[in-house]
């Protein structure tokens, strides 16, 4: 199974899919590949797969990626040897991904695989606060290019089975946990 977490820049996806990695033992994480650089905290191979530009456009050349791209002037995907690995594995995948990445794999699996998309909500307002409160300090511009596509990622929700206001982590935890638990029976 496949369970993909969306939700704008700063809703917590990160933050939620480690959390549910570290509570449920049968859950597994695949980091995207990215162009950007790394910020404090991030830890490659974890976090995120970190590569050049070239590699990145050698690897769509290649036809080596599932979906990608480009986010706040970078590149992101998903391998698809590093996803078929963990689903030969037999293992439950959270994947955190935004919104035309969630489209596009839902797409590609749908007919292959049990897919659930699940969104994270927060209010704006809330957004820019955790945006400049990030350990690793985005600028102005960077949280203005975030805050600016709020609208468009939220005009997608129709498109997810699950959409949870993230305001309190442990009970978005609890019920995250609870869909997976659900939709793995």
Not at 65 to 79: A, C, K, P, R, V
Request: net charge negative; hydrophobic share 35%; no cysteine.
């Amino acid at each position: 199974m496949l369970v993909i977490l969306s939700g704008v820049a700063g809703a917590g996806k990160d933050t939620v899919k480690r959390e549910i990695v570290k509570r449920m033992n049968y859950v597994v994480t695949i980091p995207s590949l990215t162009t950007r650089e790394p910020r404090n905290g991030d830890i490659p191979g974890q976090t995120y797969y970190f590569v050049k530009k070239s590699e990145f456009e050698e690897m769509i050349k290649n036809n080596e990626l599932y979906e990608y791209d480009i986010h706040h002037n970078n590149y992101y995907g998903t391998s698809k040897k590093i996803l078929n690995d963990e689903i030969n594995k037999g293992n439950i995948i959270i994947k955190d991904i935004d919104v035309n990445g969630t489209e596009n794999l839902v797409n590609i699996f749908k007919n292959d695989m049990k897919v659930v998309t699940i969104f994270l909500k927060v209010e704006k307002e809330e957004l820019r606060r955790r945006l400049e409160n990030r350990i690793d300090k985005p600028s102005d511009e960077e949280i203005k290019m975030r805050l600016d596509r709020f609208e468009y990622e939220e005009s997608k929700i129709q498109n997810y089975d699950y959409v949870i206001k993230n305001v309190n982590l442990e009970k978005t935890l609890k019920v995250i946990q609870s869909i997976i638990e659900i939709e793995n029976n």
